[in-house]
């Protein structure tokens, strides 16, 4: 959920590397700020009004962490969600404190409680039910279908510095819509305008539904998207009751074919997005890690050369033409209803290898079965989630029109591997003492063992 924020409003820690001394006291810092027993009874103190609640109150829903660069975490305080900042040494003052912004608390977290965010100035305007009637009337004109002056607002889910996304109707019963509220308005209006290109574009007369857009406010940076119904993919196998393995794999059949069929659109986005300069950021990022984790540091970052090493391995000419990509294809993106399937949020649409989704989507299946692994999960969960990602594969493959090509396969399990690095950086950014990081390199080095072995 955590997200970059702006250090030009927030001023994080600055970026490079720093000296050793000062990323350990970082880490340390940082490793504080997660301890909500520690850190509720200094929200309290700084936010008053605690009636009472204990240090139990406090929560870290989400955190962000890339070691001399930014620090952030995600915290519900009783009803309150509050974002904190971990400030650079450099800003704070000799007393350990800052005279601009929201109030500071140890270890130096600068706090902002919902709905303001120093990123996303403008939503609290959204959150207001009488604007967001006004502005949503505006633009929908009869098809309101209400005359009511305000309207009814939920949060479903928020990335600080990043994006919220609301649910929002006029009345129960009415039409229901999903408010994507960004931090950046080049980003909403690239997302307006590649969804309605998609929508007016000639696509094939499939399984997949994509929800329209109906409005966006250039000066709110909100796209809003009339809600479509289905049933959530990963409820075919999620948790301790699946329904059957039958309906798990039609599941992860259906979602293959409406990846195939969004694949088929024209090019409709100008966002390109080579897998190239992606691994390079691994890279970087892997040595930001080895500063305050030597040994994850250098697990990574020897990943990222084996990726940049095998790349040549498994492209070839004639199929390594870009398309257009959902570039975030896991299975929660995908809804059921029926013999339909809608694919969320194309906030990472862009222009890339077909594969790259491939590969994310059997890289979710891999992290699935590895965090079950680390909870005491059994085989039988793991062998499932193996299952699901060949049935995933061979639908798509067939759905395109083409047989079983041996190439393209290698080059989804090379993706896949992409997928699980970045996958690792951002367990370690959420987590960085948790074992999911580690777990997903060694996986991803799993997937270049066995491409290594399958080639000629």
């Known amino acids: 959920m955590t997200q970059i924020p702006d250090r030009t409003r927030v001023r994080p820690i600055q970026p490079g590397s720093g000296p050793p001394g000062r990323l350990v006291s970082e880490s340390g810092r940082f490793a504080e700020a997660l301890r909500p027993r520690v850190m ?69 977290v600068r706090l902002s409680v919902f709905p303001h965010d120093p990123d996303l100035p403008w939503l609290r305007h959204v959150l207001d039910p009488a604007v967001l009637a006004h502005r949503m009337r505006d633009a929908l004109g009869s098809q309101a279908g209400t005359r009511d002056s305000r309207c009814r607002v939920r949060l479903l889910r928020y990335r600080p510095g990043k994006r919220a996304t609301l649910w929002m109707e006029f009345a129960p019963g009415d039409t229901s819509y999903v408010v994507k509220v960004y931090h950046d308005a080049g980003k909403a209006s690239a997302v307006a305008r590649e969804s309605r290109a998609l929508e007016a574009a000639p696509s094939p007369k499939g399984v997949l539904e994509l ?77 930001r890690i080895a500063s305050v984790d030597e040994s994850l540091g250098a697990t990574l970052a020897g990943l990222a050369e084996r990726l940049a090493r095998t790349r040549a391995a498994v492209s070839r000419t004639d199929a390594d033409d870009n398309g257009l990509v959902h570039g975030d294809c896991k299975p929660s993106q995908f809804l059921l209803d029926g013999h339909r399937v809608a694919m969320l949020d194309l906030d990472h649409c862009g222009v890339a290898h077909p594969a790259g989704d491939l590969g994310t989507f059997l890289a979710s299946l891999t992290q699935q079965a590895v965090r079950c692994g680390l909870v005491g999960g059994g085989p039988a969960d793991a062998d499932l989630l193996a299952v699901l990602g060949e049935e995933f594969l061979t639908a798509y493959f067939r759905a395109r029109g083409g047989g079983d090509d041996p190439v393209a396969r290698l080059q989804a399990r090379w993706y896949e591997a992409v997928a699980l690095e970045r996958k690792a950086l951002r367990a370690f950014a959420r987590a960085p003492r948790s074992p999911l990081s580690g777990a997903l390199a060694t996986e991803a080095h799993r997937c270049l063992d066995k491409l290594e072995r399958t080639l000629p």
């Open 40 to 108: 509720g009874p200094r929200l309290a103190a700084a936010l008053g009004g605690a009636g009472g609640r204990s240090a139990r109150a406090c929560h870290v829903l989400d955190a962000k962490y890339e070691p001399g660069h930014r620090a952030l975490v995600l915290y519900q305080y009783g009803e309150h969600l509050v974002r904190g900042d971990l400030l650079g040494e450099d800003v704070l003052g000799g007393d350990g404190a800052v005279h601009e912004g929201g109030p500071v608390v140890a270890p130096g």
């Open 211 to 287: 929800a329209p857009v109906v409005a966006h406010l250039p000066d709110l940076s909100t796209v809003v998207q009339a809600a479509v119904p289905g049933v959530p993919l990963e409820r075919q196998w999620a948790g301790r009751r699946v329904r059957s393995a039958a309906s798990a794999v039609a599941g992860v059949r259906q979602a293959a074919q409406a990846v195939a069929e969004l694949h088929a659109y024209p090019v409709v986005s100008t966002r390109e997005r080579p897998v190239e300069r992606e691994v390079r950021r691994f890279g970087l990022r892997a040595g």
